[in-house]
């Protein structure tokens, strides 16, 4: 279930111009999976349907159909099913998180392959973690079977804001030594070095944006309009609108966290600033409470275990956490009228659920809410590992790039 691409789907060239892309797209997308289907949907002849098949044939992207012939819906002969061979390349992933991280091989269609979870600490540094992921990857590859040279791109996801044309980290609060920093050179000359396979694209997005990319694209492929909300050691945002993650201009969108709240004016944010929401409602401010009382926690990830233990203090601060954060999804929702909030990351649970919903509902216009579902995570920790293979995937076999890659590849 994991790799089905949104309902939205890519806009394709109509009236005879489609390119061997465009109809790649109509059959990864499932609008059009027969020749007379392409035909009727592109308005090209049947031998320039057949020519472009052919090259995307050539190059391994295109198989036919396990099920066999299918029943044309207006008679005549039966016409075999097309789809995307997602054999041809694997993918690498990888999620860091502020002590530990997640990385994956995957399939071209987002089934995870071979997983590793170990610490890497993000104050280490980009080119000791960068470091130590080119070995993870390594091993992942021989564990799962695959060879560096079937590699066809690499997704990072981070925990910061990220700026997605230079793939670069932009002002990290939780991530020290970061800022400005080359991780797309830094980890492709990691994975190169190690196993002396061609340079492979890399591309870099925030944790956020790629849990909420993720979970639409598997979960709601018809919400227009769905936004996650991602609470652990900080608190960001995710915007998935059309099928894509809205960035804004910077890479900015959706940091909701540094958003000044009345409860915070004396709280020291790790950005510097006091006031913000994460100061006072993230999985690391819960921590330093339930510290204070003499409970052991110091992260976001010890108080997901006290909650999953049922840890009444822990429960109590949990939904004290989810009413602040649902005061301010109270203006996220009023300005995008989603059709899903998802809640994810160490604190999503009953407790910061209840929370949300309690301020939330009060809050907003009724208008925002009335078709709004508050849901928690259906992927869960894998989240970030499938949005960033997803992105890669999305990236390189997108219409405008296929021809590119085609001529490349010599077919
Ligand atoms: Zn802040």
């Not at 994810?344 to 929370?355: E, H, K, M, V």
């Not at 907003?364 to 890669?392: K, N, Y």
């Amino acid at each position: 279930m994991t790799g089905r691409p949104s309902r939205t789907g890519k806009a394709i060239r109509a009236g005879g111009q489609a390119s061997a892309g465009d109809l790649l797209e109509l059959v990864r997308s499932g609008r059009a999976t027969t020749r007379g289907a392409l035909q009727r949907v592109t308005g090209l002849s049947r031998a320039t349907v057949g020519q472009r098949l052919d090259r995307l044939f050539r190059a391994g992207w295109l198989r036919e159909g396990a099920g066999g012939p299918v029943e044309s819906p207006l008679g005549g002969r039966p016409s075999i099913t097309l789809e995307f061979d997602d054999e041809h390349a694997v993918v690498l992933a990888a999620d860091l998180d502020t002590r530990h991280a997640r990385a994956a091989v995957l399939t071209l269609t987002g089934e995870i392959l071979a997983e590793h979870t170990g610490t890497l600490v993000i104050e280490d540094g980009p080119d000791t973690v960068l470091g130590e992921l080119g070995h993870w990857f390594a091993a992942l590859l021989e564990k799962a079977g695959h060879r560096p040279q079937e590699v066809c791109g690499i997704g990072l996801a981070v925990p910061g804001p990220v700026d997605s044309d230079t793939g670069r980290v932009v002002q990290p609060p939780i991530m020290p030594g970061w800022d400005g920093h080359d991780l797309r050179g830094r980890l492709a000359r990691s994975f190169t070095d190690l196993t002396g396979a061609r340079t492979p694209p890399v591309l870099v997005d925030n944790d956020a944006n790629l849990m909420a990319y993720a979970e639409q694209r598997t979960g709601y492929p018809d919400c227009s309009a769905f936004v996650l909300v991602k609470v652990s050691t900080g608190i960001g945002a995710g915007v998935v609108v059309d099928g894509s993650i809205y960035r804004g201009i910077d890479g900015g969108a959706g940091d909701i966290g540094h958003i000044r709240v009345p409860e915070g004016a004396q709280a020291l944010c790790r950005c510097g600033s006091y006031g913000c929401l994460a100061a006072v409602a993230s999985g690391g401010a819960v921590a330093r409470r339930l510290a204070a009382t003499g409970v052991r926690a110091a992260s976001g990830s010890d108080v997901r275990d006290l909650l999953a233990a049922g840890h009444p203090e822990a429960a109590a601060l949990a939904r004290e956490a989810g009413r602040r954060v649902g005061d301010v999804l109270a203006t996220v929702v009023t300005l995008l009228n989603p059709g899903v909030l998802m809640i994810a990351g160490d604190l999503a649970g009953t407790p910061f659920l209840t929370g949300v919903r309690e301020l939330l509902y009060q809050r907003a216009l009724p208008r925002s809410t009335a078709h709004l579902d508050v849901v928690t995570s259906r992927l869960g920790e894998r989240a970030g590992l499938v949005g960033a293979g997803a992105l890669v995937v999305e990236h390189l076999y997108a219409p405008e790039r296929v021809e590119e890659r085609l001529l490349a590849l010599g077919v």
